[in-house]
């Protein structure tokens, strides 16, 4: 047989290709990054260059040409924002959805499908869970305690950090050694052993976990890691200058097979030196990849020339860079405005005027909505100030950046029974809310629980069961328990379906009440409730909401709209386990809901993004470069905040404002403050001096003025509760229904065999005779039979009348 000629359809494709309209408007510098598809890429240029925009083309190209499946495309994002935005700009390139793009995302989230897929290779259960912070340090301190160490003295946050800080260099804990493994009072390697065997215990995972272990399955099964280079024809990485060393081995594994790695990147943009990251991977990358083609990009995109101008300037100022110049075609714009004011809650108030200026196109530009406007502060307590005074004014606002909202106390409450349902031997989950309304179990019945569990080598949940049964808990705490441990077992069994008994005949039976019966004959059928409909009845039957709306605090209506608001969220997900996996990975916001808000965020977030109005509060000495960065790692630590600004400024498109307080709240206390020794670095001819309004005008520098007319105003204005924003918010929630009522849904057997039978078909049954099919669900056919009645049974074990005589049974 001749070889297969080139595919005509495959050479068509590549005709259209060239007459791509997406590559129109490239830069030459750009189209080559985009074209140059075979063999390593590195694109390293500054921001706004179109990197990208080049990225994203450059995907294009690859399907358009046919070069790739988008299945063999590995595409690594920052954050899932900016992988979700990569999709819906390569649909628009392509004119058409691209839907399966499924290796597009953050570290992470490949990470978290490929381990689901080999777990096993490093001694967990394909439905590991994934902890957060917040777990890690829980189950820290409990590995602290029994090496009986003081946590007072040597705390879990900073084993925490230290363990962190190894899997992100990819250190598994046989790996640390000499004065390393002696940190943490010389037990630093010794916990971390024990920590992984815990991990390991729960069959769970912490977030440096996903690519460490991916790491050591490909390091120590070359077929595993084979498969996946011979998998990803094209692997392409953005923001690349921000890669760890965990990740940078991931990547150089996976990179070894095809060798198409394009990566692109800022050394000026690294700022995730503090977790680990190394800017040295992508200065590394000639020398990793050789043969690499570099490509620079000099022309910014993004902002008018006094916006880049200003950041130029700026970072000039760090002496560790490689240096580069980036010009603009764009009119110079407006020059970049700095404000000092009183103190924060004044920045706040002003800079919700002036957003609500600028939105009215009171600023010099036409109006610009409140989609096009950020708020980027440095660090995260930050953006209270702008939640309470966009409260007060009714000014919407969303939050983006950390999993803010999923990190309130009252949201982890309910995620930790949604993991109880989903995963009942989830001890981390159980400890949290088992006493969570108070069910009368004091610290003592905990221990009790947690000393018979360990005994008999099972989870919390099955110790709980063991105590009850045994009489190992009196009083009234035991009838409690007793229910919450049969609730858990009750919603586990709604999320994974009833259990389902296929009796000799076929005939399908639902037997709610066989647990614990070896399943045999048993399947699981399909749940029968909505994930959304099992959640509220997890948080009503727990007794959760309860518990909110018998506490009279004045906070608690918030966190009652917050329960609601997490169900609602439920709603895009298919069931309760995406949403788990969905929320133990964000780093940004769930719903990107298409009203008009203005964005508040970290500038860590703001990585990548683009904005045509930009507030960048705080620049104070101590907040902005932040103290503790300094003090930890000094002079580099300062250029890493540096680059931190550079990145804030960049962002802006058309109008950036600087802003500091001489006065501000944090954590409860007044702190007076330097303006940022960046406004410094900031080139004179590019910055506009503004004068604060009001009646102590002057802001920073101004005489003081009197204290307690400021603290009653701020009291005034403090009262958000108050407030008719607020006001107009109860009002909204109240008016607001939980989610609808589902139909119930029938039980079907879990299978995907579809029967040959149509309804009308006329079949035959050993037992029951002669009948005729009603309905079709999967594989289970309502059957009326002439004698017997109506039946469910399984398609099996009927067979067309006309072949009757063949019944094998
Ligand atoms: P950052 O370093 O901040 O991540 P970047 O280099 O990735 O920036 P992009 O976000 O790709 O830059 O592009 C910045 C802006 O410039 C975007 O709005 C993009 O659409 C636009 N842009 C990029 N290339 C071109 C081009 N050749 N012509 C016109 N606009 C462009
Ligand atoms: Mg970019």
């Keep these: ?73 590995l595409a690594v994002t920052f954050t899932n924002k900016a992988a979700r935005e990569m999709k819906e700009r390569l649909g628009r390139l392509m004119g058409e959805s691209v839907e399966g793009l499924p290796w597009l995302g953050t570290f992470h989230a490949i990470s978290v499908k490929l381990l689901r897929r080999h777990a096993e290779l490093v001694g967990l259960k394909s439905n590991f869970t994934i902890l957060d912070t917040d777990d890690q340090i829980r189950l820290l301190k409990q590995v602290i305690a029994a090496e009986n160490i003081d946590e007072k003295r040597w705390p879990a946050r900073l084993l925490a950090g230290l363990i962190d800080g190894w899997k992100n260099r990819a250190l598994t804990p046989e790996k640390v050694k000499g004065a ?27 977030f440096g976990d996903l690519l460490l272990h991916m790491v050591t399955i490909f390091q120590a099964h070359p077929d595993v890691l084979a498969q996946y280079q011979r998998w990803f024809r094209y692997i392409l990485v953005d923001e690349y200058q921000d890669t760890n060393v965990a990740q940078y081995l991931w990547l150089r594994l996976l990179a070894q097979g095809h060798r198409n790695i394009c990566c692109v990147g800022d050394d000026d943009q690294s700022i995730y030196g503090w977790r680990g990251a190394e800017v040295g991977n992508i200065l590394r990358f000639e020398t990793d990849f050789p043969g690499a083609q570099v490509i620079r990009l000099e022309q910014n995109y993004r902002s008018t020339g006094h916006i880049l101008a200003a950041a130029s300037g700026l970072i000039a100022a760090n002496a560790g860079r490689l240096g580069k110049t980036l010009w603009t075609e764009a009119e110079s714009g407006a020059k970049l405005r700095l404000i000092g004011h009183w103190d924060g809650e004044e920045e706040a108030r002003w800079i919700g005027d002036e957003v609500e ?13 409140l989609n096009s406007q950020a708020i980027l502060v440095r660090a995260s307590h930050q953006m209270r100030a702008f939640e309470d005074r966009f409260l007060t004014i009714g000014l919407p606002y969303r939050v983006i950046g950390g999993p803010r909202f999923y990190e309130r106390a009252e949201i982890r409450d309910a995620m930790a029974y949604f993991r109880l349902a989903v995963s009942p031997d989830d001890d981390l989950a159980f400890e949290r809310v088992v006493n969570l309304p108070k069910r009368g179990l004091g610290d003592k019945a905990v221990q009790n629980i947690q000393r018979a569990a360990r005994a008999a080598g099972v989870s919390l949940l099955d110790g709980a069961r063991e105590l009850l049964a ?19 077992e009750r919603w586990h069994s ?69 329960l609601k608001e997490l169900v609602k969220a439920l709603e895009q997900f298919e069931n309760l386990q995406g949403f788990l996996e969905h929320v133990s990975l964000i780093m940004d916001n769930a719903s990107e ?44 630590a300062l250029e890493e905040e540096r680059r931190l600004a550079y990145v804030g400024i960049t962002r802006a498109e058309r109008l950036c404002t600087i802003s500091f307080a001489g006065n501000r709240r944090v954590y409860g206390q007044w702190q007076s403050a330097l303006p940022s020794r960046f406004i410094d670095d900031l080139p004179a001819a590019h910055v506009e001096v503004l004068t604060p309004p009001g009646l102590y005008g002057g802001g920073f520098g101004a005489a003081a003025r009197p204290a307690a007319s400021t603290i009653e105003e701020r009291a005034a204005r403090a009262d958000v509760y108050a407030s008719p924003g607020w006001k107009r918010m109860q009002e909204r929630a109240a008016s607001r229904p939980l989610a609808q009522p589902r139909e119930a849904r029938h039980v079907v057997i879990d299978l995907d065999a579809v029967s040959d039978f149509e309804p009308g078909a006329r079949v035959f049954h050993q037992k029951f005779g002669y009948g005729l099919v ?36």
């Design 1 to 73: 047989m001749s070889e297969t000629p080139a595919s005509p359809s495959l050479t068509a494709r590549a005709v259209a290709a060239r007459a791509a309209p997406y590559l129109e408007g490239l830069n030459p510098a750009q189209r080559q990054a985009v074209e140059a598809l075979d063999g390593p890429v590195l694109m390293l240029a500054g921001a706004g260059t179109g990197k990208t925009r080049a990225l994203t083309t450059r995907i294009a190209h690859l399907l358009s040409l046919g070069r790739a499946r988008p299945n063999e495309v």
């Design 180 to 206: 390393e493994a002696a940190s943490f009072n010389n037990y630093g390697g010794e916990l971390y052993v024990a920590y992984q065997a815990r991990l390991r215990a729960l069959n769970a995972v912490d």
């Design 357 to 369: 200026a600028v939105q009215r196109g009171a600023r010099e530009l036409a109006a610009v909505g």
């Design 470 to 488: 045994h009489g190992g808990i009196t009083g009234k705490g035991a009838g409690q328990l007793r229910g919450f441990v049969e609730g858990v």
């Design 494 to 562: 709604e999320v994974v379906g009833p259990l389902v008994r296929v009796a000799d005949t076929g005939e399908i039976v639902v037997h709610d009440d066989e647990v614990g019966v070896s399943l045999g004959s048993f399947v699981r059928g399909v749940p029968t409730k909505s994930h959304i409909e099992l959640a509220e009845q997890i948080l009503e039957e727990s007794g959760y909401t309860a518990m909110w709306q018998a506490d009279k605090s004045p906070d608690a209506p918030g966190r009652l709209e917050n």
């Design 593 to 636: 809901d298409a009203a008009e808000k203005v964005s508040i965020m970290t500038l860590h977030a703001a990585k990548g993004l683009e904005f045509p109005v930009v507030f960048l509060p705080g620049w104070e000495d101590g907040l902005f470069p932040s103290q503790r960065s300094m003090d930890e790692g000094g002079l580099r």
């Design 774 to 809: 009603r309905a079709i669900e999967g594989d289970k056919l309502t059957v009326v039979f002439d004698k017997a009645g109506e039946k469910k049974l399984l398609a099996s074990y009927v067979v067309a009348a006309d072949n009757a005589d063949d019944v094998p049974f």
